[in-house]
């Protein structure tokens, strides 16, 4: 590293044997020498690194693929680190990170209240950017989000057309920019087509299949039950499909169902369930672009906005029995 | 890191200050002294790296999940990278996690036979694991298999029971012991209930849906099609049950479907497929045990292997027409 630097400062105390073997290596590697040399000047590594609230998440293998394939393009090496959900794991992680001294870093947190985390931020002497995460204003955090509120809202929009008029919502933790994005837009459909907002029974749990579940049991136990389920998170999916199975209720007939993000069960179950999608590798590729931009300190967005797309399936079938309006 | 070691290898230039803290720290965090200071004199640096073969495998997370549990319990940072199953990608992760002076890798390589990951491998310094691959004998590369060659030979020798006679089998690259191994079960059925080696025909391909589809149709276009097909990957799965779909022919019906792995839609597809599964999280468990072993110098295994359980379900019909025998 130290070489390659003297040779791009046109330091004196250097062979020229070595000099030819830097320059070739930067042209090959089709750096642009004037950003490369800044770089290395200020003890760049030509790391990038990952925190991911949760590998088992199908979603964040999109999301690093998007980004690693910019992050490659532009002579990084990214790495990975899993926070297992857990706020004591990803502060570690990203003190880690610090120490290795990567040159900036994509964060999906866990939690955006975290005090550890946040605190960490503060003095993070790198660049970060946040996907589909936002902190308080004062942390100024760019980020890279999706717009979760409008596809939930058409989602729950179509339904009340096809008649319904009580909905289940499992969230993640509206801890997380997602999971109150998802409620907000059930909320405006609620609003929008003159309904109570009480109609739309929000239940705010951590994303595993074992809490959609349970959550999706106690929403069946209600005096009155939704006649819609909309599982915000695909591993809450597994389990609200367990659920309906134990109950013997069939998807499409007994109940409507809509999910988030394209995963294999939502195109294979039968019927095949409607989904709200989101853009999960342009996710990880407008985040590399963000973080890359932040790195050679050029002017960039503070939050970009990607959209998401209702895509209507058989799940989405009117209510057993119509009510009465 | 430097004030560390002095303080565990009592170097006289401490502060009792200095001594005091590092101490409480050591205490703090459960570390075995002795290992500690072991470690840090020799220089390590207390975190390992993963090169995963392709993340969008939703096996690697969980056996990623399962190492990490191990790593950290043991004081160690484990970061991932990422290969897309390129070659060329993954030698050049290996190269970055040996400037960074990891203590150890776990590799799951994209190839077996790649030239410039085994000259990488030859000259490597820290002890490496491989994950579900095997390397040529001089390598004596410690790692961690499933034993896929008796799951697909129980999951044969049902389908023949049932009266199946032919058979295709979708394989990874034969590259890669997985592959190999699942040939080698479907032709130790075959031979075990004597049928001919070529009423089993192995298709091998890289693991993505679209080549799972294209080899699922060639094998349908055969003259004599496959009454039963083994989709030897989660990912090639889904491009069999798309090729399936388009050809109208039913699951358990028109044709038995077994499946590698235990993934959301063998679950919730109806009607719900037969798997032969392998303990991922296990793997990646006894993957860091081992990795940590050699790392300590400690007496360990050279190959560990699983089992893997054929589990029964419905997609195991008959065929349509039973054979005449």
Known sequence: MSSVSRVLSDHPDVSPKLRARVLEAVVQLGYEPDYLAQSLRRGATLSVGFVMADISNPLMAEIASGAEAVFQEAGYSMVLMNAHNEERLESSHIRFLTTRRVDGMLLSLSSESSRPTQRLLTRLDVPYVLIERELPPRFQAPSVVSDHRSGIRTAVSELIELGHRRFGLLTGSLDIRSGRERLAGMREALEIHGLDAGDGIAVSIGLSPANGERATEDLLDLPTPPTAIIA??????????????????KVGEDIALVAVDEVPITEFHSPPIAVVARDSTGLGRAAAELLLQRMRGEPSAGTVVLPTTFVWRPSCSPPRVQPVT
């Open 232 to 249: 915000g998170g695909n591993q809450l999916l597994v389990g609200t499909l367990r659920a309906l199975a134990k109950r013997n209720l």
